[in-house]
């Protein structure tokens, strides 16, 4: 039982769209992750999935409006909504998922991280 620094976490990398693993409860991952640009249209058919703001602004698309989160602030999409999320610049992020959860959803490409690194 250790304390996380996430600070020194994200310090760890620097690409994009890559999420890291920080933790473990009950079946859900905690994740870190960089973002920019835009990320693929998907949804997740049996997953929740909360956005937390670290720091900068991160803007998730829906099909019928948007939702601007900033530092220190959180969005839960439910599951089976689809959605984008778009960094015009760098955004650190954690995710709250269960260790289930694709970060594409269900979209495969370039972008799908299928297995995730620890840090």
Same mark, same amino acid.
């Given at each position: 039982?250790? $304390?996380?620094?996430?600070?020194?976490?994200?310090?760890?990398?620097? %690409?994009?769209?890559?999420?890291? !693993?920080? *933790? +473990? =409860?009950?079946?859900?991952?905690?994740?870190?992750?960089?973002? $920019?640009?835009?990320?693929?249209?998907?949804?997740?058919?049996?997953? %929740?999935?909360?956005?937390?703001? !670290?720091? *900068? +602004? =991160?803007?998730?698309?829906?099909?019928?409006?948007?939702?601007?989160?900033?530092?220190?602030?959180?969005?839960?999409?439910?599951?089976?909504?689809?959605?984008?999320?778009?960094?015009?610049? +760098?955004?650190?992020?954690?995710?709250?998922?269960?260790?289930?959860?694709?970060?594409?959803?269900?979209?495969?490409?370039?972008?799908?991280?299928?297995?995730?690194?620890?840090?």
């Amino acid at each position: 039982m250790e $304390k996380v620094k996430i600070n020194e976490k994200l310090n760890l990398f620097s %690409d994009h769209w890559n999420p890291r !693993i920080v *933790g +473990e =409860l009950n079946g859900q991952l905690v994740k870190v992750a960089k973002l $920019k640009g835009e990320f693929v249209w998907h949804s997740h058919e049996d997953e %929740d999935e909360l956005f937390f703001i !670290i720091k *900068g +602004e =991160l803007i998730i698309e829906f099909r019928d409006r948007q939702v601007i989160l900033k530092d220190n602030e959180f969005l839960i999409v439910p599951k089976g909504t689809e959605h984008r999320p778009v960094a015009k610049e +760098e955004v650190a992020v954690m995710l709250f998922e269960p260790a289930t959860t694709l970060n594409t959803g269900n979209q495969y490409g370039e972008m799908t991280r299928e297995k995730l690194d620890k840090i």
